[in-house]
């Protein structure tokens, strides 16, 4: 894993087999990063672990095959869970699945770019009528 920041712009690039949640896990403590978005990625995922939210429970799907990343995004707050992600591939077939991003490893290469924001505080709160750790504002 690499990275760099100018002004409150961090890109990351994991490199092949890397763990994705782990690495974004460093950069947000190499960087201090109290709440961000995670503004895009690009590169490829195996191992991705997605899931689909039915109401009451996320609807796990564990993908074997490598997917080339065509979407990547979503949140970073000052609470846990602190990562909020979202992620769609596009398989071998050219068909694409996506949903919550729950693990996965780049191969052979993620970049992402996230945004430090300094003002807005973000973070989750249990609703309880949703049964979701929603976001909210300090």
Same mark, same amino acid.
């Given at each position: ?27 947000? #403590? ?30 796990? #799907? ?16 000052s609470n846990d869970p602190k990562l ?33 924001? #300094? ?5 989750? #709160? ?13």
């Amino acid at each position: 894993m690499i990275s760099d920041i100018e002004k409150n712009y961090i890109i990351l690039k994991i490199e092949k087999g890397e763990d994705i949640e782990e690495s974004l896990n460093q950069v947000i #403590e190499d960087y201090a990063i109290f709440s961000g978005l995670v503004v895009f990625g690009i590169g490829m995922i195996k191992d991705l672990e997605i899931g689909y939210w039915n109401g009451n429970e996320y609807v796990k #799907e564990k993908m074997k095959e490598a997917g080339e990343l065509v979407s990547f995004h979503g949140s970073i707050t000052s609470n846990d869970p602190k990562l909020h992600l979202h992620a769609a591939v596009a398989l071998s077939d050219h068909v694409i699945k996506g949903g919550h991003f729950f693990s996965g490893k780049a191969d052979p290469l993620m970049e992402l770019y996230i945004l430090r924001l #300094e003002e807005i505080v973000l973070k989750r #709160e249990k609703n309880e009528a949703t049964g979701l750790n929603e976001l909210n504002f300090d």
